[in-house]
């Protein structure tokens, strides 16, 4: 008997017809996350699709296939980490990658009886995937415990524990709530008790359900999982299960306290892996034929002197891996770093630029200027490696001139890629101390400054998508930076996922809704022309159904 199956991350979506009906009765008042679709989805036939659904269809209309491309596909970190810890502490596990494409995978798992399903939460900022989850799973065992833990969960707990909490939990419908930042602890001290007959209530850090019918933390402690005992052995799992590229990390936190973030706040101080760790790790994914890693530690080149003695690991084994990272080339000023990355593997970054003004720049406590960041970018081109740059807007200090300074800064710096997210205001970061500075207030997606609100800021956003021509416009939601080696995987080029993304821009609902019909069927044919000529590989996942493992 498998004592915990951890169910992965579940990509819901709005529908077409969903963001249609938005569009018909919003009018000008459409709230952020709905305004931010209308350049992320794409549309044609009639129909609106995210940019991977558009590129699924494309194919299998030409060639008669039902293949589902997407970015979750890639293994998930945090559902494979977790069946790893539990299984180094006695607990057998299995895993569903991805809800969303296996379905079929669960019921058989369920079908056997665990004595325990687990949901991580990592990307959800709203309960109703989860809910969707523990519904499907009571449908096919009414019996199994389930524990829901993660970000979600922290978010509703910190905002108070009340009626209001009691209600969230209540309406998710799982039967033990893990509240810490890190957690793996706490989970594996809730399946130990399940399997022994016992309820958790001397495991840290658990909402379980009192007598009264009120949901109760049995005690709130710290958790410090020492990354080195925790890491992943990759060898436990089936190659067949995790492809030739996947993710993992050899840092936990943040190095910095930018002023828009809460995430240093809520992990805690960075903690590093050792290297031998870390070259562990590769070694062992390398005999399994990974190609391709994507490193998501926060600050991947800090601190530097690591991160050389990193590069230089990677030069010296020669595992045949590229990798790809978040990376701060603000705090990477000499071009020796930059040779390190290329020749140990590195073909591509995300550059959390934030902004194209100096200014707002000091506000976030960024610790770099555009000059850096132009110099960074430079370094990169020059070397080949696929540069993704990330801007926030509306943070306080945004005005008209200092979106015109983003705007031509971009242009300028002429990343690969780009994106702009409108600026979401949360009272925990750092900025909140200072808001009367700003005359900022509101919270969430609907705040006000003295330079710009989050009307104004959305218009921005509009404005930054329409004027950028030295840059591909890359979507927010079903694809973003961590798609560019899922791409890579699949048989695509740099150049081709650059054109794919330019191709995909004047179908963007946004684009769509401004131009003509002939406009737009142009913009059809074109796109069509260019994907069914792409010469890729084979989907894991399929649009009706699941592949199984």
């Excluded at 080029?493 to 131009?515: C, M, W, Y």
Aim: aromatic share 10%; net charge negative; glycine share 8%.
């Amino acid at each position: 008997m498998k004592h915990c199956i951890v169910v992965g991350y579940h990509e819901t979506d709005m529908s077409g017809e969903e963001l249609q009906l938005a569009l018909e009765h919003g009018g000008d008042e459409l709230p952020a996350p709905i305004r931010s679709m209308l350049r992320t989805k794409v549309t044609f036939g009639g129909t609106h699709y995210s940019y991977m659904d558009a590129l699924s269809e494309v194919r299998n209309a030409d060639r008669g296939t039902a293949h589902a491309y997407t970015v979750s596909e890639l293994p998930s970190l945090g559902t494979l980490y977790l069946v790893n810890y539990l299984e180094e502490r006695g607990h057998p596990a299995d895993f569903v990658n991805s809800f969303t494409f296996e379905e079929d995978q669960l019921v058989k798992l369920l079908a056997d009886n665990p004595a325990s399903v687990a949901i991580t939460t990592t990307f959800y900022m709203m309960p109703a995937p989860v809910i969707e989850i523990v519904r499907f799973i009571r449908r096919h065992n009414a019996a199994v415990p389930i524990i829901v833990g993660g970000p979600l969960v922290d978010n509703q707990a910190r905002a108070g524990r009340d009626d209001k909490l009691n209600r969230f939990f209540d309406r998710v419908g799982a039967d033990y709530y893990v509240w810490e930042s890190q957690g793996e602890a706490a989970l594996a001290g809730v399946v130990g008790a399940i399997v022994e007959g016992n309820a958790p209530t001397e495991v840290p850090n658990v909402f379980l359900r009192s007598a009264t019918g009120e949901w109760k933390l049995t005690r709130k402690r710290p958790e410090v999982n020492d990354l080195n005992a925790c890491s992943v052995r990759w060898n436990r799992f089936d190659p067949t299960a995790l492809g030739q590229t996947l993710s993992t990390r050899t840092a936990r936190s943040c190095a910095f306290s930018c002023a828009f973030c809460d995430y240093p706040e809520r992990a805690g101080a960075l903690t590093l892996a050792d290297l031998s760790t870390v070259e562990r790790e590769l070694e062992e994914l390398a005999a399994m034929g990974v190609k391709r890693v994507a490193f998501i530690d926060d600050t991947f080149n800090v601190p530097m002197r690591r991160f050389k003695d990193l590069c230089r690991m990677l030069v010296r084994r020669d595992f045949g891996i590229e990798w790809f990272s978040y990376f701060r080339c603000g705090h990477a000023r000499e071009p020796e770093v930059y040779d390190l990355m290329y020749d140990s593997g590195c073909r591509g970054v995300l550059l959390g630029i934030e902004s194209g003004d100096d200014q707002v720049l000091l506000n976030m406590d960024k610790r770099a200027t555009t000059a850096h960041y132009q110099y960074g970018i430079e370094q990169l081109k020059a070397r080949g490696i696929f540069t993704h740059a990330s801007f926030v807007v509306g943070f306080p200090g945004e005005s008209p001139q200092t979106v015109e300074n983003t705007i031509n800064f971009i242009n300028s710096a002429g990343p690969d890629t780009f994106a702009v997210n409108h600026w979401y205001y949360m009272h925990a970061t750092p900025i909140h101390v200072r808001a009367p500075q700003y005359e900022l207030t509101g919270n969430g997606h609907t705040w006000s400054h003295r330079t710009m609100n989050s009307h104004q800021a959305l218009e921005a956003a509009d404005q930054i998508f329409d004027s950028v021509v030295n840059a591909a416009w890359m979507p927010v939601n079903g694809l973003d930076f961590w798609g560019v080696p899922y791409l890579l995987g699949k048989g695509m080029n740099r150049s081709e996922i650059v054109r794919f993304l330019e191709l995909a821009k004047p179908l963007t609902v946004a684009n769509v809704s401004r131009g003509t019909a002939a406009e737009a069927a142009t913009a059809e044919r074109r796109f069509r022309d260019f994907v069914t000529g792409l010469d890729l590989g084979p989907a894991r996942y399929r649009t009706a159904g699941s592949v199984l493992r």
